[in-house]
């Protein structure tokens, strides 16, 4: 995305109609008050011209901003653009709302009438300035979620790297000994090594749930080889279209690896994952029977989960239970 392209949401576009509407109904029923004219006139006028500058705005600004803007190489010319869209909308919508309140036989004050053209390009020139003022809100909140991504992926780099350098510090220590015992065990634990830091190592920051399990069933093997294959995982999916959903890389991950560290009772360790369909969301479910959480702290891993489900696809982190413990994840189907 270029910089001066917006990222106007269906909430922008709401909050900015609604604002228009009324500041448009409130100043024109105050213009008319002070001319001496109906109040309820004012009111039905000022509603009509708010409505059709809302309407033209988001029509021009979104035929600018989703198909003009994404093909400009020139910053200056986004200026341009941008002036004669808002400026437009303005002018046209100003003279749609005139016929509309002629045919309504609302009054409109004849100096209105006398410099309709006037007022045309007064009213298309303001739009054009409430615009940009909006414009620059915007992308300043877009910067802002851009900046705090960015962070949340280094606290994540930051913390990987610490976690994996752990795992991994133990795993060569398991498979050192496993050479002893079974040498075509080890072998084999070498290859799946490379595989899972061949996954780990991947630079996307989004991947399907199908990657993501795949990613967990690797780890959890093996982890198996320090565990003496006391760690089972037990996957229902009610859906197979849900694997190919979008979810921040090691979101199941981390909560397995959790289960493992905090529930490990010494007995098999069973690791459930469901995921299932609910009105427009995934819902992953991951439980174990191991030990219950009796003071529940989220820490620094759960709080960056959080975070990056929020941020990267609009998900939800929550606890539903302690005893046994369960997390859900609440994932966007169209995410």
């Known amino acids: 995305m270029k ?28 213009i008319y008050l002070l ?3 109906s109040i309820s006139e004012g009111l039905s006028v000022g509603f009509i011209l708010g409505v059709i500058l809302s309407v033209f705005s988001f029509t021009l600004v979104s035929v600018t901003n989703n198909y003009l803007i994404p093909k400009l190489k020139t910053y200056w010319i986004w200026w341009i653009l941008a002036f004669i869209s808002a400026t437009s909308a303005g002018v046209i919508g100003f003279q749609v709302a005139y016929l509309i309140t002629s045919s309504l036989s609302l009054r409109v004050p004849a100096r209105v009438e006398e410099y309709l053209l006037e007022t045309s390009i007064i009213t298309g020139l303001l739009n054009y300035l409430i615009g940009l003022l909006l414009f620059l809100f915007i992308k300043m909140r877009n910067s802002r979620e851009e900046i705090f991504r960015k962070i949340l992926e280094l606290r994540l780099s930051s913390s990987l790297h610490m976690v994996e350098s752990h795992f991994l510090s133990n795993l060569m220590n398991s ?9 075509e065990s080890a072998e084999k634990a070498l290859v799946d090594t490379a595989r899972f830091i061949r996954m780990i190592l991947n ?8 990657e993501e399990l795949n990613l967990v069933e690797k780890y959890i093997s093996l982890q198996n080889i320090r565990y003496n294959n006391k ?71 759960l709080e960056l989960l959080k975070d990056r489900l929020k941020i990267h696809v609009k998900g939800e982190l929550h606890l539903l239970s302690t005893q046994p413990v369960t997390f859900l994840l609440k994932i966007p189907a169209m995410s």
């Open 3 to 30: 910089s001066y392209e917006l990222n106007i949401t269906i909430k922008d576009w709401l909050g900015i109609t609604l604002t228009g509407i009324c500041f448009s109904t409130i100043l024109t029923a105050l």
């Open 35 to 37: 001319l001496g004219f």
């Open 175 to 183: 498979i050192a000994e496993l050479l002893h015992k079974s040498p």
């Open 203 to 210: 630079d996307r920051d989004v991947i399907t749930l199908g």
């Open 231 to 301: 760690i089972r995982i037990l996957k229902v999916i009610k859906d197979a279209q849900l694997l190919k959903i979008k979810i921040p890389k090691f979101s199941i991950q981390i909560l397995a690896e959790n289960a493992i560290t905090h529930g490990y009772t010494g007995n098999e360790l069973f690791i459930n994952i469901e995921v299932t369909p609910s009105k427009g969301f995934a819902k992953v479910l991951v439980s174990n029977n191991g030990f219950p959480i009796t003071d529940f702290k989220p820490g620094k891993g």
